[in-house]
């Protein structure tokens, strides 16, 4: 099958429902993607016990008054096919060639995961990935949680957790106090940023927050049990049931990639000030472009949906947000930057790929990625080198090599629609 649209946004987070509904609203035919079977990304994520929010509910009221806007949840996308063109596979419709004049990414950012002994234990997740979980169902009402790593992230994870009834024992973040603290007062200039910390941390009484701190190692006997923590020279160890932890954001850029579009040395989707990527008729925006937060994404996706219209429209106040936020975003990056101790690699012994079980002494011999992957199997589990070849590339400083698709397992029905729409 295959389908033709004026407009294409990949991604259905804060950024890609701004895009769609600012593209819809100038009669474009727009066709919104997303892997998940709901809309909302990471931070609207819905699920048992977890009503739609108010933003979120109120974008989606309005898109749903579009007819012009064809919504397409649990479709992934594959493969680019041809100028102009991309494979979807799709829980409702299967292998779709899907054209398009422009195409907005808004794919946003996965966790950044840093391998520590015992990380492959049962209850170790991402903090990222503990909030989508609770909010998929999974219960945790009673459990007793380390939250561990970097970020804004471990304070939301805090209060996803604590209003699903878990204990969170300790809030453990790599950066030190005197940058927190500046950040912290930094907040007072950003009232609608402080507001949310407020909101967040309410109750935090009881709950130990530990700067310049890492989790050294997760132990028990076929689950997480204990945790020891890194504190200066100092190692604490706590009785816990789980464990997330996660270092920041890394931007989702595999389709840009595979498109050509230009990556910077961030390993973001470089844009011009109209969301504009270097390959034509294709913008990004969002945490793809860089991690920034809800409100920049919103505000970038905006403007990418009308660039991407071609219909004139006064930008004016759009551009102040963005630059406001930016500046933000920018505050963020300084005050949790990694540490020299979070980037040093743990033990050899410490399994870097656990879908192939490769430690990292084993790839630690090699010169680069494409060495390491080639003599090791590293980044060639079910997880593609998103987890392995991320942390490789914060240990030894090595650049990934750029994804080939098909970018996930696919039907073969789907690879047979791809070759159809080749030949025709």
């Known amino acids: 099958m295959k389908q033709r649209f004026d407009i294409v946004v990949v991604g259905a987070g804060p ?30 994520r819905q699920g048992p016990g977890h009503s739609t929010q108010t933003p979120l509910r ?38 779709v060639s899907l054209a398009y004049e422009r195409l907005i990414l808004a794919t946003g950012a996965r966790e950044r995961l840093l391998p520590f002994a015992g990380w492959t234990l049962p209850g170790v997740t991402g903090a990222g990935a503990l909030q989508a979980l609770i909010k998929g169902g999974m ?5 007793r949680i380390v939250i561990a790593g970097s970020g804004p992230l471990l304070i939301a994870a805090l209060a996803t957790a604590r209003e699903a009834g878990a204990q969170v024992v300790a809030i453990v973040e790599q950066a030190s106090a005197r940058n927190i603290a500046r950040f912290g007062a930094s907040l007072l200039r950003e009232p609608v940023k402080l507001q949310q910390a407020i909101r967040m941390t309410r109750g935090f009484a009881g709950v130990h927050y530990w700067t310049g701190s890492m989790v050294h190692e997760a132990l028990g006997e076929g689950r997480v049990e204990q945790v020891t923590l890194r504190r200066g020279r ?65 505000v970038e996706g905006e403007i990418a949906g009308i660039v991407a219209s071609g219909v004139a429209q006064e930008r004016m106040a759009l551009d102040a947000q963005r630059a406001r936020w930016r500046r933000f975003a920018q505050r963020v990056d300084q005050a949790f930057a990694l540490s020299g101790v979070a980037r040093t690699p743990p ?7 656990r879908c192939e079980d490769v430690s990292v002494g084993e790839v630690r011999a090699f010169p680069d990625w494409r060495q390491a992957k080639l003599h090791t199997r590293c980044g060639m589990g079910a997880c593609q080198g998103k987890i392995c070849g991320t942390a490789a590339s914060v ?29 025709e």
């Open 15 to 44: 950024t890609g429902l701004h895009a769609a509904l600012a593209a819809a609203r100038t009669g474009a035919s727009v066709a919104l993607l997303d892997d998940n079977p709901r809309a909302g990304g990471q931070i609207w």
């Open 347 to 353: 033990a050899d012994t410490t399994l870097l790929c």
């Open 234 to 298: 100092r190692r604490v160890t706590l009785d816990c049931e789980r464990i997330a932890c996660g270092y920041g954001l890394v931007p989702n850029i595999t389709l840009a990639q595979t498109l050509g579009c230009a990556i910077s040395e961030a390993g973001e989707i470089v844009v011009d000030d109209e969301q504009r990527t270097s390959v034509d008729g294709v913008l990004a925006a969002g945490e793809c472009t860089g991690v920034g937060g809800a409100e920049l994404a919103s």
């Open 139 to 143: 219960p945790v009402r009673g459990e």
């Open 395 to 423: 240990y030894f400083g090595w650049s990934t090599v750029e994804p080939r698709p098909p970018f996930s397992p696919a039907q073969i029905g789907t690879l047979i629609q791809a070759e159809a729409s080749v030949t």
């Open 58 to 95: 109120a974008l989606l009221a309005a898109l749903d008054e579009r007819s012009n806007l064809t919504y397409w949840p649990s479709a992934r996308v594959v493969a680019p096919l041809g100028p102009r063109a991309l494979l979807i596979e799709s829980a409702v419709h299967g292998g």
